[in-house]
């Protein structure tokens, strides 16, 4: 039996309707606060409702958190392999020791754990944000190692140390196979991640930034995990990028198929790290929630090239053109909206 942690998100959502099409009997946890329905709503996204509903009728869902050992412990009975999507995203450094809760201690759990059932093998999601930055601006591969003296964010280290504790256990013989996605563009989760892009952009958006980021389509993530769990290739990484785009190329490409307005305008770095500034001390004063984070800016501005050459040579993995991703997504968006 399959378990996949985190299959409640964008990532373990779709992952659940494909090994589920594939007849998988397959375990999930979640929290009691976790939102099935929009489980459902993804499963409806590629089945007509009554195969969908019998699909996800076969998922045995189970109450647990990466952090709660003993629900944890109990929802290993039987497991064989193991998909650990689940993570906590910020780059708030407030968050620090939730970040490093849910994705270092929980990582460690999951890996203890499936040492202990002598799982066969195990995927983790982890991101590219653990890879380093390479001299004189050459593409980043799975070799361009992280680099602790630079100013990464909270987010990043949290998700190293994770990978550390996926290492860890592979040196105590766990098999393990770990997905380093870019940006993940997919449908059904419109409030978070490449949703809020899709969102502000089908508006309009005067303004563009500098940078670049690497993005991949939610679909393209998942075939890598079930692709890298059936490879015999053991203990190894894979960058799961399927393009490489300026901020001003993928925004106005979405912009333009909702006939919005594209960013015309640059936005100097100063002024967002004023507005950034200003946001800090409005949360300071009155515990609001921060809107925009230094390390924020910092991404807007940098400008990235992920390599994704090592799994399409190992894999023979094919990635989907960033048309027909950007197509068929923004179309789910419109008829949502």
């Known amino acids: 039996m399959i378990l996949v942690t985190g299959g409640t998100g964008l990532v373990g959502s779709h992952l659940l309707y494909f090994l589920l099409k594939e007849n998988k ?31 996800f009728n076969k998922i045995e869902w189970q109450v647990a958190n990466i952090t709660d050992i003993p629900a944890l412990t109990d929802a290993f009975k039987g497991i064989t392999h193991v998909y650990h999507a ?74 190293y140390g994770a990978e550390m504790e996926i290492w860890r256990g592979t040196q105590e013989g766990l098999d393990a196979v770990i997905i380093k996605p870019g940006v993940i563009i997919g449908e059904g989760f419109w409030n978070s991640g490449s949703g809020v892009i899709i969102k502000t952009a089908s508006k309009g958006i005067p303004f563009y930034t500098d940078g670049s980021m690497g993005v991949v389509d939610v679909q393209d993530v998942v075939k890598a995990m079930i692709d890298g769990m059936r490879a015999g290739l053991k203990n190894t990484s894979y960058i799961v990028v399927g393009n490489n785009l300026e901020y001003k190329e993928l925004l106005t490409a979405i912009a333009q198929r909702f006939g919005a307005k594209p960013p015309k305008k640059r936005a100097p770095k100063w002024v967002l790290l004023f507005f950034s500034k200003l946001d800090w001390l409005v949360s300071k004063i009155f515990g609001t929630k921060r809107k925009l984070l230094k390390a924020t800016v910092n991404s807007l501005y940098t400008t990235s090239n992920y390599d994704s050459s090592k799994i399409e040579a190992e894999l023979d993995f094919k990635f989907t053109p960033i048309v027909q991703t950007l197509n068929r997504v923004t179309d789910r968006y419109s008829s949502e909206s």
Not at 97 to 123: D, I, P, R, W, Y
Not at 131 to 150: D, F, K, Q, S, V
Not at 152 to 158: L, P, S
């Open 25 to 55: 009997k397959v375990r999930a946890i979640h929290r009691k606060s976790s939102d099935l329905q929009a489980v459902k709503k993804i499963f409806r996204y590629y089945a007509a409702a009554d195969e969908a509903e019998t699909l």
């Open 86 to 159: 689940a993570a906590y995203i910020s780059f708030d450094p407030k968050h620090y020791k939730k970040l490093k809760k849910a994705n270092v201690e929980g990582t460690a759990n999951v890996v203890n754990l499936c040492l202990a059932h002598s799982v066969k093998k195990m995927c983790y999601v982890s991101s590219v944000a653990t890879l380093g930055t390479p001299l004189n601006g050459r593409p980043i591969t799975e070799e361009t190692h992280w680099n602790p003296e630079e100013k990464n964010n909270v987010y990043a280290i949290t998700k």
